[in-house]
């Protein structure tokens, strides 16, 4: 019987060859230095390859050096990063930018650690794709395969399991550094698919892999139970007036510092009437959300002192974070007189400078 080291680098000797003809042309994958894998990997953290792709050349296209992107003003950069969510990484990437701008770049697995932004995982898959060092990115994707490779029945959120695997790939890792560090991804985001759908017939390692052997690809990886999330409760207010709109940037919390409608923890109001649908809502006094509405924003929301306050229309949306549910209520209201408490703005200045997250997307669409 194969021990695990050896299971490993036959492994690895396979993807090798798997991997140049099976990878996807990714822009990412062209022109690289170390400025552009760092860009790269900051956008992929918890965020899907289509939405990167859209995202990433633009980026480039307005900063295309660590010089560019650590003179640029915060909202520009919020700007550039405006729909990849997850903002804190933007204004790492700024500092990280800054760093590299005045310091060069570094040249080890913990000089690339020490950038804003980079966890274990990151400093791992820069080292290996952009300074050819055998440094493992071992994340959830990653313990996924290896787990189904080996058969492995270990809890994987259990941190000392992935040092584990990172100890292990690290005794195995070959002179191909990005290669490998990239094969091991492209594995994982296109054969060892999650939720027990993998596509063996097309996997390199099925002769090899004991989940597959076993018929058991379905039994890994093993994972803890999962924390529920907390859910909050919003209101949210697009307010116009003359032809623009009310926005704020938020103070803390989620998404701080960057801008959204007017919005509050709401009063409590009656649950909404069984079989209601947004366009009910909008048609208002027939209905108990809306009339909470239209009661509750003059005297205690957001729109106190906006004379002539009316309610165009209404409707519910949820934005789903990672530990967090935001379940909103918002409603589109014109009001006679623009508080100053808020930046009035066009639709057409909201698109070109104002970067508003997309956990308020459906209600940005009442903006044009
Ligand atoms: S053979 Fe199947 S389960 Fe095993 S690594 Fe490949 S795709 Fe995953």
Redesign the pocket.
């Known amino acids: 019987m194969q021990t695990e080291t050896e299971i490993l680098q036959a492994a690895a000797g396979m993807l090798l060859a798997w991997y140049p003809a099976h990878r996807r042309d990714l822009p990412w994958r062209q022109n690289r230095n170390f400025y552009t894998v760092l860009v790269s990997e900051l956008m992929l953290q918890q965020t899907r390859v289509e939405a990167v792709k859209e995202r990433y050349v633009a980026f480039l296209e307005k900063f295309p050096t660590e010089e560019e992107l650590a003179l640029a003003s915060e909202d520009e950069v919020m700007k550039a990063w405006e729909g990849l969510g997850y903002y804190t990484r933007a204004r790492n990437l700024q500092k990280a930018a800054k760093t590299l701008f005045a310091e060069g770049t570094p040249r080890t697995w913990v000089g690339v650690k020490r950038l804003a932004g980079v966890g274990d995982y990151t400093a791992g898959a820069i080292s290996s794709i952009a300074l050819g060092l055998k440094e493992p990115a071992v994340d959830g994707n990653v313990l996924r395969?290896l787990t189904?490779?080996l058969a492995d029945g270990s809890v994987v959120d259990d941190p000392a399991v992935k040092k584990r695997f990172t100890e292990m790939l690290r005794e195995v890792y070959p002179d191909e550094t990005a290669d490998f560090c990239e094969g091991l991804m492209e594995l994982g985001a296109t054969?060892?698919l999650p939720n027990g759908a993998?596509?063996?017939d097309r996997?390199p390692?099925?002769t090899l892999?004991r989940?597959?052997l076993s018929g058991e690809?379905a039994r890994y990886p093993v994972r803890a139970q999962k924390r529920a999330r907390r859910v909050e409760n919003l209101e949210v207010f697009v307010l116009t007036c003359n032809g623009k709109y009310a926005l704020r940037k938020r103070a803390d919390g989620l998404l701080k510092g960057l801008w959204e409608f007017p919005n509050r923890t709401p009063p409590p109001c009656p649950p909404p009437t069984e079989g209601a649908s947004d366009r009910d809502l909008a048609e208002g006094a027939s209905d108990e959300d809306s009339s909470c509405f239209t009661e509750e924003a003059s005297d205690r929301g957001l729109a106190e002192g906006s004379a002539g306050f009316r309610i165009l229309a209404a409707k519910r949306a949820k934005h789903v974070f990672t530990h967090v549910e935001w379940q909103m209520i918002g409603c589109l209201a014109e009001v006679a007189e623009e508080d100053p408490r808020f930046v009035w703005v066009t639709a057409e200045e909201i698109r070109r400078e104002y970067a508003v997250p997309s956990a308020f997307k459906a209600f940005s669409q009442w903006v044009h």
Request: with cysteine.
């Open positions: 395969i189904r490779l054969v060892c993998p596509l063996c996997c390692w099925n892999c989940a597959h690809e």
